[in-house]
Nanobody, 122 residues
Framework: VQLQAFGGGLVQAGGSLRLSCAAS????????MGWFRQAPGKEREFVAAISWNGGSTDYADSAKGRFTISRDNAKNTVYLQMNSLKPEDTAVYYCAARPGWGSRVVSEYAYWGQGTEVTVSS
């Protein structure tokens, strides 16, 4: 699976962005998809994940109530809608894929996109 994330940019605090991650390969629809982020000087951290059919989602506490992960298997794309953005959301956002459900651990995701940068100004 090859992944390409896009949709990042500069936004003011309180604004919204929608990130997209396009996947190639026939196995996309069977993969758990996740979004992670890495702020300058910090470790990469889990943001959200969605099961292969979209029936289950998982969010980091920092994302709950503000971010929504979704997927369109017909388009091989996963999305992250981010609302009420805060300066602390500034980071490079990565999409990732793994075969099974239930992990927030970076090392347990086998496939990664190149990242898209999100900057939230105060």
């Amino acid at each position: 699976v090859q992944l390409q994330a896009f949709g990042g940019g500069l936004v003011q605090a309180g604004g919204s962005l929608r990130l997209s991650c396009a996947a190639s390969g026939r196995t996309f629809s069977s993969r758990v998809m996740g979004w992670f982020r890495q702020a300058p000087g910090k470790e990469r951290e889990f943001v959200a994940a969605i099961s292969w059919n979209g029936g289950s989602t998982d969010y980091a506490d920092s994302a709950k109530g503000r971010f929504t992960i979704s997927r369109d298997n017909a388009k091989n794309t996963v999305y992250l809608q981010m609302n009420s953005l805060k300066p602390e959301d500034t980071a490079v956002y990565y999409c990732a894929a793994r075969p099974g459900w239930g992990s927030r651990v970076v090392s347990e995701y086998a496939y990664w996109g190149q990242g898209t940068e999100v900057t939230v100004s105060s």
